[in-house]
């Protein structure tokens, strides 16, 4: 298998994906409920958290992983290194 990492700028375009990627990783696996998932994986709040990367598999273009991480203007003057936040592999890609 052969993935490709891309930079999200359109999270509208891709945003369906992502939430269902986040609720396939974190309520699945019982790390959140699916309350308080509907609120913490809405476009607004995903946005929020910072810049997002996707793997996507290049033979269907299905996301499989996603990191969303952040990083403090003040902190990386002095640091070149970002803090990731969230980041999730699709169960059904975890062992590949």
Do not use: H
Not at 7 to 26: A, E, P, R, T
């Amino acid at each position: 298998m052969t993935v490709d990492i891309e930079l999200v700028k359109n999270l509208d375009v891709n945003s369906k994906d992502i939430i269902d990627l986040l609720f396939d990783v974190y309520v699945s696996a019982g790390y959140v409920s699916r309350r308080s998932a509907e609120t913490l994986f809405t476009v607004d709040a995903i946005q929020n958290r910072g810049q997002i990367l996707v793997a996507r598999d290049n033979e269907n273009a299905e996301i499989i992983g996603c990191v969303i991480s952040s990083m403090s203007r003040s902190l990386s003057k002095f640091v070149n290194k970002a803090y990731s936040k969230k980041y999730g592999i699709r169960n059904s890609f975890a062992g590949s």
